[in-house]
């Protein structure tokens, strides 16, 4: 049971905690946040206000709300699986992306990565212009920028 207890502080007389210990699952204070932590989380918000209307986008072509669109059901086998596959992994990481957490970043790259390699290699299944490859990789090298900037900031 030694495994359970407290540990990491300094024990009375009687063998109880000081005020000092603390419990394995205790948050520590979170650091202040500076420069590029603050500019980091607003640029994810942003991504993730993007990936959110691409999401609903998606999903609106799936229930054939979307005005002058082909209708889903007569979309090749391959291209409604590509389009539900997006319709879930952006709505995961546009919520991911807004709760800034990692597993978000994650989802996130996959996602954006999936896309620019499906639009690249297999045009028939995700057919995106060339300005738009270049706008969605270009926020995916702007997300490792910044997360880089972040990362080296002194504490």
Known sequence: MRGLTKVGGLRDARGRMNEAGGDRIERSPQAT????????????????LLWLGKAVATWASILDVMP?????EVEPIG???VIVY???????A?????????WGGVVWLLAATSALTLAVL???LLPMSAPYLGVQASI????FVLSFLAAREIR
Request: net charge positive.
């Open 140 to 143: 995916v090298a702007l997300y």
């Open 79 to 81: 291209r409604q699986t």
């Open 86 to 92: 997006f319709a879930v992994i952006d709505a995961m």
């Open 94 to 102: 546009a919520v991911g992306l807004w709760l800034t957490s990692a």
């Open 33 to 48: 946040q500076t420069g590029w932590d603050v500019v980091l989380i607003w640029f994810m918000r942003l991504t993730a």
């Open 122 to 124: 297999t045009p028939h």
């Open 68 to 72: 002058g669109a082909r209708p889903f």
